[in-house]
């Protein structure tokens, strides 16, 4: 990962960032619990255990230069780029990407590295900040100010590139994967305080319902698309039924008759 990725890290110790995680991670835990297959791979973001509901055998957690392994992380960890991963093609069965995209350098090279390295039907789970969310506008008018010479704290992380989910929807369809599913969470006004975050906690329930477009948080899952390939159904959906037997009923014949 670039090391932009610090920035990430230190602002998850912020109260709307610990917030967001705690959504992040009961999302993943839901998305990935009934995926099933071998080889799975998390990329980047040790604070969150995205594979720890996944059942698959081999799981493992991509870590960049800048990162360190986070205590209790249930996959095994391993030294790699994004753009570059340790894996032959189709090989892997589901792949998480928590805010990759957004800190990586080449975020195009790095969606087309996991299209590689995943199987025919594999999936691929990307979250990340919505631009176009409460907290994305406060990050917008921050840094007008900032170029205005007036000030402005930023809300969010300095370094990235938030994607919106309409741009990544367009950058999944060109490396032929079918968006599967679009959720969002994370409705709360930008503040910064726990308090005021909780005391604006019943808009999670209403956002979600009323606007759910504008969540500060949004997770995608992606079909990973063959063209041509068909799958095999087993051998015996293809056997004829053979008809049953009529049964033989014996009748009893009176003497008269």
Partial sequence: MSGEIIGLHHWFDTSPGRHLLAWEQSSYDELVADVFGFHALQLGLPAVDALRANRMPHRWLALGPAETEAPGNSAAALL????????????????????????????????????????????????????????????????????????????????????????????????????????????????????????????????????????????????KRVHGMRLMEPGWRGVPVPAAAQAQVAQRVRPNE
């Avoid at 894996?87 to 990759?100: G, I, K, N, Q, R």
């Avoid at 979250?127 to 704290?153: C, D, I, V």
């Avoid at 930023?154 to 990235?160: A, C, F, K, V």
Wanted: glycine fraction near 10%; charge should be neutral; hydrophobic fraction near 45%.
């Fill in 80 to 223: 790699a780029e994004p753009v570059m991963l340790p894996f032959p093609e189709a090989s892997l069965d589901l792949v998480l990407m928590p805010h990759t995209l957004e800190v990586s350098v080449d975020p195009h090279a790095a969606l087309r590295e996991v299209q590689r390295v995943l199987v025919p039907e594999g999936r691929v789970v990307i979250s990340g900040l919505n631009p176009w969310s409460l907290w994305g506008f406060r990050q917008k008018r921050a840094r007008l100010y900032q170029r205005l010479g007036a000030g402005g704290r930023l809300y969010l992380p300095e370094g990235g590139e938030f994607i919106a989910p309409g741009r990544l929807r367009d950058w999944l369809q060109l490396l032929d994967f079918e968006l599967e599913s679009l959720s969002f969470g994370c409705f709360r006004p930008a503040v910064n305080s726990e308090p005021w975050l909780q005391r604006f906690g019943w808009m999670d329930s209403l956002g979600a319902r009323w606007w759910p477009a504008l969540g500060a948080g949004y997770v995608a899952v992606a079909v």
